[in-house]
Every structure is written in C-alpha cells, then in structure tokens.
C-alpha cells in the first residue's frame, strides 16, 4: 500500500509540474508577444527611439524567459526565437526595414510555441 502512495504522490506532482510549467510558458509567451507587438506599433508610428527602447526591454525579457525555459521547454523550439531576437534591438537601433518583419515572424512564432504548451488532457496525460 506504500508503494501505491509513493507511486501516486510522485504521478501527481509530475502532472503538477507538467501544468505548471506550462502555464508559465503560456503567460511568459503572452507578455513577449504583447512586447513584440508593442515595438512593431512604435516603429511604424515614427516613435524610433521609443522603439529601440522598447527592443532592448524585449530582448531582456527574452533572455529571462530563455534561461528558465530551456529547461522546460526543447532548445530547438527556442533556438529560433533566439535568433530573431538578437537581431531586433539591431534592426531598431539602426531603422532597417527588416524590423517589422522579423516582428511579425516572431509574433507567430511565440504564438506557435505557447499553443504548443497549453496545458491540455492529451498533453498531461
């Protein structure tokens, strides 16, 4: 009867886990999408150096989000998302067209891998 407690204890605290970590994806996912978007707003309303400002927070924020996350979630997921990332700030500081694009891809992107971690039945289980 032990032994079904153990087993039992430690099934629901990987299911616990498992949720729990995706819901941090999920709202991490959310918070960089918002902030992507945010730039893309900035740069194409004239506010450049708000947009450079606002790339350089992004990219931050990528990085926080990366360390944790490479743990949770499978590096080449993220490894794409990086590249784009460290390219943004660059793109802003000297107003290459490339910004808005390379925004628009990482918006999907992020949508892609935070769809891919919501929690769901099939995916816990």
Same mark, same amino acid.
Request: aromatic share 6%.
């Given at each position: ?65 990366? @360390? ?38 990482? #918006? #999907?992107?992020?949508?892609?891998? @935070? ?11």
């Amino acid at each position: 009867m032990t032994r079904i407690k153990i087993s039992a204890a430690i099934l629901s605290l990987l299911i616990l886990a498992s949720v729990v970590s995706g819901v941090w994806v999920n709202v991490r996912c959310g918070r960089l999408i918002s902030a992507a978007d945010r730039v893309a707003e900035l740069y194409e309303g004239g506010a450049t150096d708000e947009a450079v400002s606002a790339a350089n927070k992004l990219e931050q924020d990528w990085e926080s989000f990366r @360390r944790t996350a490479a743990v949770l979630v499978k590096s080449d997921r993220l490894s794409e998302v990086d590249r784009i990332c460290t390219r943004i700030s660059y793109y802003a500081e000297n107003g290459r067209d490339e910004l808005v694009p390379e925004l628009i891809e990482l #918006h #999907h992107i992020l949508e892609q891998l @935070r769809d891919g971690e919501t929690p769901e039945w099939r995916t816990v289980l």
